[in-house]
């Protein structure tokens, strides 16, 4: 029988996270679905074999080396089978079913990408349906995080709405299967960041579009480790010029029909 929802979650040193996400699955997820874990920790095979991986939906994948987030995925994303594919962060949780955004990708089908609404764990909203980020918009946002200014939501966009965006963050967008074979899914020259930016970018260049789902609700804690970082902050810039090159520093992106939804 054919999977009808494939999930790749990357893990990385983040066991106990993953099962606190599986165990989400369990509890709000009534269709059949697998869940591939692509393990980017490198452990031995005397730590494989200790994993558990005694749940019969969920697949683990061990891979040689660490290749970064984007690579990690594609592995998982290879091997899924489902009509409709999730990548999700370790660090998030389900707080719904998904069954609504299955049903409105089957509804409305030149919709390729769709992601949930998200909270931290204090129940505020996060924006985790954002702009594209130019050179311009980049700097703004990095000068208003110096000062101090907490920028967790968009003012001018009303959260309650199904709405088209420029851009979903990885933390979990679930794609079709045709967004998937149009783009062949992420970029992995990407290590570490923008590769939803860049993922999100080229499935609109495909005539798909892309759309906040808010009647969907998952808990992600998001550890920002850019922002504390040095090193992961030098990977979030590359990230960001890789992108730039490809589809432009300041403008260049494809632009986005400015739909709401009643759904």
């Given at each position: 029988?054919?999977?009808?929802?494939?999930?790749?979650?990357?893990?990385?040193?983040?066991?106990?996270?993953?099962?606190?996400?599986?165990?989400?699955?369990?509890?709000?997820?009534?269709?059949?679905?697998?869940?591939?874990?692509?393990?980017?920790?490198?452990?031995?095979?005397?730590?494989?074999?200790?994993?558990?991986?005694?749940?019969?939906?969920?697949?683990?994948?061990?891979?040689?080396?660490?290749?970064?987030?984007?690579?990690?995925?594609?592995?998982?994303?290879?091997?899924?089978?489902?009509?409709?594919?999730?990548?999700?962060?370790?660090?998030?949780?389900?707080?719904?079913?998904?069954?609504?955004?299955?049903?409105?990708?089957?509804?409305?089908?030149?919709?390729?990408?769709?992601?949930?609404?998200?909270?931290?764990?204090?129940?505020?909203?996060?924006?985790?349906?954002?702009?594209?980020?130019n050179v311009s918009r980049y700097v703004v946002r990095q000068l208003k995080r110096i000062i101090g200014k907490r920028e967790s939501v968009l003012d001018h966009m009303d959260y309650n709405r199904v709405q088209t965006v420029d851009w979903l963050i990885g933390a979990f967008i679930m794609v079709s299967r045709e967004a998937y074979e149009r783009t062949g899914g992420l970029d992995d020259s990407f290590f570490m960041y923008a590769e939803d930016l860049d993922w999100c970018t080229r499935i609109r260049q495909k005539g798909l579009e892309i759309v906040y789902y808010p009647h969907c609700v998952i808990t992600y804690k998001g550890t920002r480790r850019a922002r504390n970082n040095w090193r992961y902050a030098r990977i979030f810039i590359r990230s960001h010029f890789i992108y730039w090159r490809k589809f432009g520093f300041f403008s260049g992106y494809p632009r986005r029909r400015k739909l709401f939804f009643d759904d």
């Open positions: 029988m054919k999977n009808i929802l494939s999930v790749v979650i990357v893990e990385y040193h983040s066991i106990k996270e993953i099962m606190q996400c599986v165990t989400s699955f369990k509890t709000y997820i009534n269709i059949p679905y697998e869940i591939i874990v692509s393990s980017n920790s490198c452990y031995t095979e005397q730590q494989q074999e200790n994993i558990d991986q005694s749940d019969a939906n969920v697949r683990w994948l061990f891979n040689e080396r660490n290749g970064g987030f984007a690579y990690a995925m594609n592995e998982g994303l290879r091997q899924a089978k489902g009509d409709y594919l999730v990548i999700m962060n370790s660090d998030c949780t389900l707080e719904s079913d998904l069954g609504k955004m299955m049903d409105f990708m089957a509804k409305h089908p030149k919709v390729g990408a769709i992601a949930p609404q998200m909270k931290d764990s204090d129940g505020n909203i996060q924006d985790t349906a954002r702009p594209y980020v």
